[in-house]
């Protein structure tokens, strides 16, 4: 079994930075889990942003954020990060931190088998 809990999130003004963190509580070694971040934006479908891979060798981002946001984890401590730049109302979402077993499918939520509960990030103009 797998817990997650997601905070850092908040109100910013575009162009501003964020950092979201995901605490994970672990039946196995925190590196033995493939971490993933998704939003979901009001009115529309959960859609991924980044993922980081059990070594922490690999990252995967969404296009749309690219260049912009940077994903990495602490495996001693059990925590993942999101960290945010040059946000836009776009980013706008609540964000949810993701763990799953299995290497690959990076962007399909379906495939993760954990969530946290989500943390709200709200980027005005």
């Known amino acids: 079994q797998v817990r997650l809990v997601a905070s850092g999130g908040g109100s910013v003004q575009a162009g501003g930075s964020l950092t979201l963190s995901c605490t994970a509580a672990?039946?196995?070694?925190?590196?033995?889990?493939?971490m993933g971040w998704f939003r979901q934006a009001p009115g529309k479908e959960r859609e991924f942003v980044a993922a980081?891979?059990?070594?922490?060798?690999?990252?995967h981002y969404a296009d749309s954020v690219k260049g912009r946001f940077t994903i990495s984890r602490e495996n001693g401590r059990n925590l993942l990060y999101l960290h945010m730049n040059s946000l836009k109302p776009e980013d706008t979402a609540v964000y949810y931190c993701?763990?799953?077993?299995?290497?690959?499918?990076?962007?399909?939520?379906?495939?993760?088998?954990?969530w946290g509960q989500g943390t709200q990030v709200t980027v005005s103009s």
């Open positions: 980081i891979s059990l070594s922490s060798g690999m990252t």
């Open positions: 993701a763990a799953k077993r299995m290497e690959g499918t990076y962007s399909a939520a379906e495939t993760y088998n954990y």
């Open positions: 672990t039946d196995r070694a925190f590196s033995s889990y493939v």
